[in-house]
């Protein structure tokens, strides 16, 4: 029962992770039908600038996290800006091998930047460890629990709320028409680019304190993240959560019940078993594809 | 309004695709609030023309000024911004939106918050939302659509659709509207339905510009007719000029034997 308990905890923890991982595939393919195979490398270079900001340069928790999230959307926008809109024939595949070339690109730079060494630093909360039934809970769980919630309340009151996120929405709807209503497009696709890419940041900030980040983190990371928004049903907001969740509970119930080898096999078998079974996603139906 | 100067100048436009010379030195203006048609028969360059107006691909030749202004540099949203909107023929919407979603995002150009603005701003942000939603359905009540605004817009018979379209086009509160074959796929009541509420639009000051090959409805409703062929302006007039006009005749009939 006890193990059955910190297996989950620790598989909740992921699954959150990989959840808001999941969220900025998600928003980024609703928005420009796009897959941004380089956003795990920004969730790296999330991870790595929270520990430049807070333990190099000694910025305190709350400015270390903001500045590090506007400095990758702020890289996620030049990507765009650089790299996609500049594409003469804009066509998915170009665009998806685009994104493979720049995840390359990064993870160099990454090595370039923090070199090969591997860094960690403490907690957000200098608390020990909840004792719940014998089970131990980290601090940095709750954090990365409230997080998520927060980006996924404050994501769908942007959607449903704010005629920005309906514009957005609006572009992959249907781009003929969101045009013609004076959308300016290339804006929203800047727009989606910074947003989906500051939430890989916030990925990467919150998982420095319980993991060791390093140049090479982010392509295991974003795998996993694609995989979770596909089981839930890439383009939906809930699909991402669940996805993610789910993915990171099955992690580590198999990690623990059958071997831990299985830890990163798992999300590729269950890629492959959604794209065999229900290749939507569980909540991906043709009718709520979109946020 | 003190100047009678015109809403659109069409000076000159031309427009080739590969060999095909798909507009060819045409030449009009339309009055303030008034509704004009653009006729002619298939191939001739109205859609084109449309395309043109509206900033979708630019002109090989010509000038288009807007009152009074050249538009010429606009990219297609700031020229919605400045007052251009338009319909399609096979009717563009937000399918998995609502129909009110619809036509809030053909406000999109009229309203100001941004996305930091409505983070740091909440209360005048959800100020102007609620300013929006009235007014979209205030949109939807003058096409009849009212009771059908939480509707997913697919949902909506076809017909509706195209009302849907034309509330939206009037939610970027444009003084030049372009409709492109309104009537198409309507049965003779929404037809009607569809003249009326064209009508009303003009009376409350906006220019029309309409592409419909229903000539019963375009002559009815237009003020001034002009007639596109194979790319050339080849008639401008009231409709019953038009109607007597020969050359018109020939083109949408062949030439006479005699």
């Not at chain 1, 959840?19 to 790595?48: C, Q």
């Not at chain 1, 769908?156 to 959308?183: P, S």
């Not at chain 2, 900033?55 to 251009?84: C, M, N, W, Y």
Request: one cysteine or more.
């Amino acid at each position: 029962m006890q193990e059955i308990l910190q297996y989950l905890f620790s598989g909740i923890t992921n699954g959150a992770i990989y959840a808001v991982i999941a969220l900025g595939f998600s928003m980024l393919y609703s928005s420009t039908d796009l897959i941004n195979f380089a956003h795990g490398e920004f969730v790296m270079l999330g991870a790595l600038c929270m520990v430049s900001l807070s333990l190099g340069m000694g910025f305190s928790l709350l400015p270390a996290f903001f500045f590090t999230v506007l400095i990758v959307a702020a890289a996620g926008m030049i990507f765009e800006r650089l790299a996609i809109r500049s594409v003469r024939h804009p066509e998915p595949i170009v665009l998806i091998i685009i994104t493979v070339g720049a995840s390359i690109f990064l993870r160099g730079l990454g090595m370039l930047v923090w070199g090969k060494d591997a860094y960690s630093m403490p907690q957000f909360w200098d608390l020990p460890p909840i004792d719940i039934a014998g089970a131990r809970l980290l601090p940095q769980s709750i954090w990365i629990l409230l997080i998520v919630t927060a980006l996924t309340v404050g994501l769908q009151i942007f959607y449903r709320k704010t005629l920005t996120g309906k514009a957005m929405i609006a572009c992959a709807v249907n781009k003929k028409a969101a045009w013609i209503v004076g959308i300016p497009f290339k804006w929203m696709v800047l727009l989606a680019f910074g947003l989906a890419t500051g939430l890989g940041a916030v990925a990467g900030a919150s998982i420095a304190p319980i993991t060791m980040s390093s140049y090479d983190m982010g392509t295991m990371l974003g795998l996993k993240g694609f995989c979770a928004a596909m089981l839930g049903g890439l383009g939906s907001l809930w699909g991402a959560i669940l996805g993610g969740f789910l993915l990171g509970i099955l992690e580590a119930m198999g990690v623990g019940f059958v071997s831990s080898g299985l830890k990163d096999a798992t999300a590729f078998l269950l890629l492959l078993l959604v794209l065999y079974v229900r290749p939507q996603g569980i909540i991906g139906a043709a009718d709520v594809k979109r946020f | 309004m003190t100047d009678n100067k015109p809403l659109l100048e069409i000076q000159g436009i031309g427009k080739a695709f590969g060999g095909v010379q798909a507009l060819e030195d045409v030449e009009f203006h339309l009055e303030k609030a008034s509704i004009n048609g653009l006729i002619g028969p298939n191939g001739a360059g109205k859609t084109t023309l449309f395309n043109v107006i509206t900033g979708i691909f630019p002109p090989d030749s010509g000038q288009i000024r807007f009152a009074g202004k050249s538009i010429q540099a606009l990219e297609v949203h700031e020229r919605v911004r400045t007052g251009i909107a338009r319909t399609f023929q096979n009717v563009e919407l937000f399918e998995s939106m609502s129909v009110l979603e619809n036509i809030l995002v053909g406000m999109y150009t009229r309203t100001r918050s941004g996305m930091i603005e409505s983070i740091l701003r909440l209360a005048h942000t959800r100020r102007e939302e609620k300013q929006a939603r009235d007014r979209a359905m205030e949109l939807l009540e003058f096409v009849g659509l009212q009771d059908y605004a939480h509707q997913k817009s697919s949902d909506l018979p076809f017909g509706w659709q195209r009302l849907v379209e034309l509330a939206r086009a009037l939610a970027a509160e444009p003084r030049l509207l372009l409709l492109d074959e309104p009537a198409a796929g309507l049965n003779i009541s929404e037809t009607n339905q569809l003249g009326d509420l064209i009508l009303e639009i003009c009376s409350r000051g906006i220019t029309i510009l309409l592409v419909e090959h229903d000539m019963s409805l375009t002559m009815s409703i237009s003020d001034q007719i002009v007639v596109l062929d194979q790319g050339k302006k080849i008639a401008e007039g009231p409709p019953r000029d038009i109607q007597a006009n020969e050359a018109v005749v020939e083109a949408y009939l062949g030439k006479g034997k005699n």
